[in-house]
Each structure stands twice: as structure tokens, then as C-alpha cells.
């Protein structure tokens, strides 16, 4: 299969605690993307790095990039409940003139109030 | 701006029959992908539409088709339904190559 691995699968944690996801894939990237799916919705985009970026902020997210061992990490700094979801990573391979990215098996996050 | 919309949002069809599953991009965007999320398998791609041409496809046999209309909209087809088709399919428009996926909330197929 061609899809990137996601651990843990599945992460139960208290709210105020972080939480960090790790992604790892198999080919050479553009950028490696990562969605949030709420339960039956579709996803939501929440950050994008570029292959030449090792490290990237937006508000509570970090993310790291690691090409010499094909593998990024998600931060979630002072988790909510609100931020229970599945979380996705998705790669988008070089050398290809379209649009397609390869998606991750998951990691579902559960915060408790 | 209006989010990418998917119709119809729930579908339950038999065996054998055929369904087409419509999507609106977000104005401007011009390439429009197709994916099917099943429990077994996850996310995986279908295909991607830019200006109408089908730029690429995944690995899905040919009961699996698409199309993609002059005003960016497009619509893919399952014919000779199978129980195994039963998933959520979930269309995405993007600006430009490389940059993020604009996700509808998909169309949730039951085959019985």
C-alpha cells in the first residue's frame, strides 16, 4: 500500500495536556499536509510544510518535518474538547503534474473535559 | 465564500445499480478530486479533474468513473454497484497544484 503510517492510532488524553502524532510515509515530497476529520464530515486542512521547512507554527499546531527519515510530528499544545477528531497526515509526492495526495491511517484524539 | 458542496449528502442503493454523486468546487478552483474513505482501506484517491481533463486516476476498476463540467463542477459515477463500494466519498477542490485541499462533507453510499 502506498499510504503513510500514522501513530498512535488512537490518543485519550485530559484537556490542558498536548498531544502529539507521528507520521511516517514512503516517497520523496512536495509537502506533507495535515487534516482534522470530525466524526462523518470531511476534512479540514490545518497546515501544510514545504520539504525544505524541518518546522512549522499556526496558533496551538506544531509541526515537524523529517525527509532523512521520511516522517513529520503533529503537536496539539493545550488540547480542548473541542479538538477531538481524527487527524490525517497526507503527503503530496514529487515529480508528478498532479494533484494527489496520500494519506495517512489516522490517529483519533479523544480530550476529556 | 461558499465551501465545496456535495449532493446528495446520504444514498442507499442495491446491488447492481448505478449512482452518480455531484460536487461544487469553491468559486475559482479549478482542480476537483475525488476520494473513498471506507473503515478498511481509509482515505483513498479516486481521481483528479483540471479544466475538464482527467489528470489522473487511482487504483479503482472502471465501473469507477468522473467528469468534470466547464464550470468547474463535477460528477462521478458507480455502475454495477457492489456491497463493497458502501463508503463515504468525499470531493476536494484546490487553487492551484501544491496547495491544500478544500474538502466537501462528503456523500455517504449504502449498498445493500
Known amino acids: 500500500s502506498q499510504q503513510g503510517e500514522e501513530d498512535p492510532q488512537a490518543l485519550s488524553i485530559q484537556e490542558g495536556e498536548n498531544a502529539t502524532m507521528n507520521c511516517s510515509y514512503k516517497?520523496?515530497?512536495?509537502?506533507l499536509q495535515w487534516y482534522r476529520q470530525n466524526s462523518g464530515r470531511g476534512l479540514v486542512h490545518l497546515i501544510l510544510i514545504r520539504s525544505n521547512e524541518r518546522e512549522k507554527h499556526s496558533g496551538r499546531l506544531r509541526v515537524t518535518l523529517d525527509t532523512s527519515k521520511k516522517s513529520s510530528s503533529l503537536l496539539i499544545t493545550a488540547s480542548r474538547a473541542a479538538d477531538t477528531a481524527s487527524y490525517f497526515c497526507a503527503t503530496d509526492a514529487q515529480n508528478t503534474g498532479f494533484q494527489k495526495l496520500v494519506f495517512g491511517t489516522g490517529t483519533r484524539l479523544l480530550v476529556s473535559p | 465564500k461558499a465551501g465545496v458542496t456535495q449532493t446528495p449528502r446520504y444514498l442507499i442503493k442495491t446491488r447492481g445499480q448505478q449512482v452518480t454523486l455531484s460536487c461544487s468546487p469553491i468559486?475559482?478552483?479549478?482542480?476537483v478530486s475525488w476520494y473513498q474513505q471506507t473503515p478498511g482501506q481509509g482515505l483513498q484517491f479516486l481521481f483528479e479533474y483540471f479544466s475538464e481533463t482527467q489528470r489522473n486516476k487511482g487504483n479503482f476498476p472502471g465501473r469507477f468513473s468522473g467528469r468534470q463540467f466547464s464550470n468547474s463542477r463535477s460528477e462521478m459515477n458507480v455502475s454495477t454497484l457492489e456491497l463493497g463500494d458502501s463508503a463515504l466519498y468525499l470531493c476536494?477542490?484546490?487553487?492551484?497544484?501544491?496547495?491544500?485541499?478544500?474538502f466537501g462533507n462528503g456523500t455517504r453510499l449504502t449498498v445493500t
Open positions: 468559486s475559482g478552483h479549478r482542480s
Open positions: 516517497t520523496s515530497i512536495n509537502n
Open positions: 476536494a477542490s484546490s487553487l492551484s497544484r501544491g496547495s491544500p485541499l478544500h
